[in-house]
């Protein structure tokens, strides 16, 4: 199993671009999500899925949007890129949401994304 | 809404010393809690956890006691190696959302020869 992958690892932007942030499992896990980890504020939760066809936000959502077609892929989007999205990306996923139904949730290697 | 408050880092320590990581929680009902560990330039790990009052989590010579009436899930280790270096985070689990988690700030552990 190759686990939690996302690319790309690095990428910088110009502010106003947009692009897409690729999340993909080969784990059969139901539940996928994506945070922020930014110096000093740990890790904030932007969108989630429980299934496919299924998200919702988390407590940072603008500037963002999801998407789940499929159970493997969670993609996120940013519409129009700017400074204040300067961060680390992880997508992670378990069977369950983490929290709720005590399965360890498993994170990718993350993306690190410059908007200048 | 419910928090979860550690202690700032970075700390510091000599091989063999002993460690202790504060973590305290603000939450509704019981939540479940967690201790994730980031290595450099990976993802975050779960590392132990613990599901109710009393509960203790152990995992590679890690522990933490699930404490209800001081709030509290302080990581503890009798005797870090360099290997340990890492930043830590504690979790519980939003019992106002789907079961996700809401994070500590985290807390940068570096452990010299």
């Known amino acids: 199993n190759a686990g939690v992958t996302q690319t790309p690892k690095f990428q910088v932007l110009k502010t106003g671009q947009s692009m897409t942030l690729q999340c993909a499992q080969d784990?059969?896990?139901?539940?996928m999500s994506w945070y922020r980890q930014d110096p000093g504020m740990g890790l904030r939760l932007i969108h989630y899925?429980?299934?496919?066809?299924?998200?919702d936000q988390g407590e940072v959502p603008n500037g963002y949007n999801v998407s789940r077609s499929t159970t493997e892929d969670f993609p996120l989007r940013l519409l129009s890129a700017a400074p204040s999205q300067t961060s680390v990306y992880f997508c992670?996923?378990?069977?369950?949401?983490?929290?709720?139904?005590?399965?360890?949730?498993?994170f990718g290697p993350g993306t690190r994304l410059t908007v200048l | 809404g419910d928090s979860v408050t550690q202690m700032e880092g970075p700390v510091t320590l000599s091989e063999e010393a002993f460690l202790t990581i504060n973590c305290t929680y603000t939450a509704t009902g019981y939540p479940s809690l967690f201790w994730y560990v980031q290595y450099p330039g990976e993802g975050l790990q779960l590392l132990l956890k613990?599901?109710?009052?009393?509960d203790k989590g152990s995992n590679k010579g890690f522990e933490a006691t699930y404490r209800k009436e001081t709030t509290s899930f302080h990581l503890e280790k009798g005797s870090v190696q360099v290997s340990d270096s890492a930043v830590y985070f504690c979790?519980?689990?939003?019992?106002?959302?789907?079961?996700?988690?809401?994070f500590g700030k985290g807390t940068k552990l570096s452990v010299k020869p």
């Open positions: 979790a519980l689990e939003d019992g106002g959302s789907q079961g996700n988690l809401i």
């Open positions: 784990m059969n896990h139901e539940y």
């Open positions: 992670a996923s378990s069977y369950s949401p983490a929290g709720r139904a005590l399965n360890e949730q498993f």
């Open positions: 899925s429980v299934g496919a066809g299924i998200t």
């Open positions: 613990a599901t109710k009052a009393d």
